[in-house]
């Protein structure tokens, strides 16, 4: 699973039947940096490509997520839809407490 902000959402003027009720999400991959600064908000975008993110837990646009990519984002439905990332988790805080030797 991998951490990321909804900067926005997408819009569909024809859906498969298995996605109705879910929307789309366009999210910002967090970098190293983002989880340094913990629980303030990010600034910006990352240097890594945005990607579209299907979500059917009610994410909005400000809020952090945790989205799957691959094989697994499918993995929910009976059958396989034509999806690549899926919401998996609404993030409320984020810890982070690098090891340091």
């Not at 009720?21 to 366009?26: A, E, V, Y």
């Not at 991959?29 to 303030?40: C, I, K």
């Not at 009610?58 to 993995?75: D, F, L, N, S």
């Amino acid at each position: 699973m991998s951490l990321g902000a909804v900067i926005g959402r997408v819009t569909f003027s024809k859906l498969d039947p298995q996605l109705v009720g879910g929307r789309f999400l366009i999210v910002s991959p967090f970098t190293r940096e983002h989880y340094q600064q913990g629980s303030e908000t990010p600034p910006g975008l990352s240097k890594d490509p945005s990607l579209v993110v299907y979500d059917a837990l009610g994410g909005g646009v400000g809020q952090t997520i945790g989205y799957i990519e691959g094989r697994e984002a499918a993995q929910p439905f009976e059958k396989a839809p034509p999806i690549d990332a899926i919401n998996a988790a609404l993030v409320d805080e984020i810890f982070y407490n690098p090891f340091k030797p």
